[in-house]
DNA sequence: GGATCTATGACAGTTGGGTGACAAATCCGC
DNA sequence: GCGGATTTGTCACCCAACTGTCATAGATCC
């Protein structure tokens, strides 16, 4: 059965929904904060997590972040907010569809049917699909497979280094301060900026033909850095 | 550069939305009607395609039946209709997402960069996020880059002298005091306008072709600076 | 021609980033 | 569990690049 888990705070709420679902044939766990989903889905993962922006403690915005920095989980916002900002900031966090409240259930369950083609499309299809592969002139990344070459050649990298790459390769050819390295590999709201340097410095190491002076994973003085062809 | 298709009957919507789309970056072509739009996608495959539900002759679900039948391109709905049955109807018809009028247009390219995540992995699908730049004649501006170009060449700026760059560019043909400078780019409420003279002067010799008669930085003696094309 | 505004070169203080060293934390084979 | 290897985060130092100030020269206006 299709399992969803709804991290939702308000007890209504998230009991009406979790109903709703389980009549549409669903198998829904709820969860009354980020904390508490977070912990069930590392658990026992869903198949898919339901989410509220306005939690008690941790946020939506960084529960996000959290669960997608482990797992690749469909992730829905359902938010009372109607807000750009809120729906921009949230996808950038890793959602992958938004839906303001009051929400309809039948909707709710054709957008969680329309993610699952999707996502479906990464884990089953054909074997021998040829694996995404993002390509920086002699240097390629895999994300899904996990793996950096460089003139193919296999490039041992760290689980950091790697998150670090795959968060800068993502946003190919634009700056990304530390701050938002910080919270997008770390997940660290503040800290110390200059932990980005040295892991910068680390992969420069391993992935640039001469590390002095970084053709891919350039410096930005004052802005950031940014990973380039 | 990634490639977005407009379906979109009204002229008005689908010239603001290609517009729209043009800004941030993204290759936008448009289509008046389904058949159109499906010859074009036939023709030259755009990564996205962007689809109204009424539209003369062959209507939205249709047109995403037939796109859906050979081709697994994200489709996005934009409509005006904010109905259950619509967005259901057209999530089941093969839809991946679907956007009440008006878009925003963040909220669009967010979406858009959400469905991208999960369709890279279908068929490479589209590769980076484009970069959005603002353009005058020769001299490129890349915000989110935090990139200059000229003819097409990088220019190495320093950081205060890009942002002053984009203050000018954002309010592009416009005159800007040394005061709303100072306010914008550095924060002052009160400061030594020569500041912003030495620094216009240093991004001079950088951008102009030749710095002593400024083509696109120009002064507007006793009133402040501009940028024009 | 004088007053006012702007351009620019020089300079010293400051900032920002690279790097190596090191200790804590984690992983891994046994 | 245990001990070694690897990875991770912190720190301090150094250098290069950047910034703001000032003085002077040049341009423009009336």
Redesign the interface.
Known sequence: MTAVLVIEDDDRIRLALLLALQDEGYDAVGAATAEEGLRAQRRDPADYVLVDLMLPGLDGFECIRQLRRDDDV?IVVVSARDD?HD??AA??A????YLVKPV?I??LT??L???R???R??VG?PAVE?V???AFGDLEISP?AGEVRRDGRPVAVTRTEFRLLCEL???????LSRQQLLQRVWGYDIGDERLVDVHVGRLRQKIEPDPATPRHLVT?????Y?LQR
């Open positions: 469909p750009t729906i921009v996808l950038e890793g959602a992958d569809d309809a039948k909707e054709a957008r049917r329309a993610l083609r999707r996502a499309a990464v299809g040829p995404p592969v993002l899904d390769a993502e946003h190919a050819g634009r700056v930005l003085r004052g802005m950031g940014k």
